[in-house]
């Protein structure tokens, strides 16, 4: 299986900043890479696909980037409603995998 | 707009079948594919498995020897069966469905599976 490790595992935020998340594969995936939002009690929400393409209806502010190896995730200016886990998935090859998840705080 | 709602018994004894079902509204069901997933209590995303449109199952290498999931298309609805479970599938177990292989597009609202004795 690929493993996905994500960086910060907790990051402590205010709102207005600027937040970057990373996603590390163990092998190259292209950018067969996904990013989901989650908040407490809640399915995940697809935000990114294909590594930097905006799923229809998330805010402008969030964006990806990264082929291969290295992925971001960046939050341009953070709102009160992104405090949440952010996980990282590859679709490259079976099985699927999830980063750990980077959970955005208030700081 | 696409919905999923899943049902399934939420509490279980070690050794027993877990099984869950999720019905699909909305959209055109024999284009998607089907995955289960799940997570453990304050613990992060596990992929179970999927199957397309085809018939064709991949599954979570860790748990292929207990793990069976089929699709009714008549009745828009797939099925999640997990045999011999132990209190390491205590999780939320999710319905999520998607355009292409392996990207989920919409989830079902999951449903919390404790297994004890």
């Known amino acids: 299986d690929i493993q996905m490790t994500q960086s910060p595992s907790t990051l402590s935020a205010s709102v207005g900043d600027r937040v970057t998340i990373t996603c590390r594969a163990s092998q190259s995936i292209s950018t067969w890479l996904a990013w989901y939002q989650q908040k407490p009690g809640t399915a995940p929400k697809l935000l990114i696909y294909k590594a930097s393409s905006l799923e229809s209806g998330v805010p402008s502010r969030f964006s990806g980037s990264g082929s291969g190896t290295e992925f971001t995730l960046s939050i341009s200016s953070l709102q009160p409603d992104d405090f949440a886990t952010y996980y990282c998935q590859q679709y490259d090859s079976y099985s699927w995998t999830f980063g750990q998840g980077t959970k955005v705080e208030i700081k | 707009q696409v919905q999923l709602q899943q049902w399934g018994a939420g509490l279980l004894k070690p050794s027993e079948t877990l099984s869950l079902t999720c019905a699909v509204y909305g959209g055109s069901f024999s284009n998607y594919y089907w995955n289960w997933i799940r997570q453990p209590p304050e613990k992060g995303l596990e992929w179970i498995g999927e199957i397309n449109h085809g018939g064709s199952t991949n599954y979570n290498p860790s748990l292929k020897s207990r793990v069976t999931i089929s699709v009714d298309t008549s009745k828009n609805q797939f099925s999640l069966n997990l045999n011999s479970v132990t209190a390491a599938d205590t999780a939320v177990y999710y319905c999520?469905?998607?355009?292409?292989?392996?990207?989920?597009?919409?989830w079902g609202q999951g449903t919390p599976v404790t297994v004890s004795s």
């Open positions: 999520a469905i998607g355009y292409s292989s392996g990207l989920i597009d919409y």
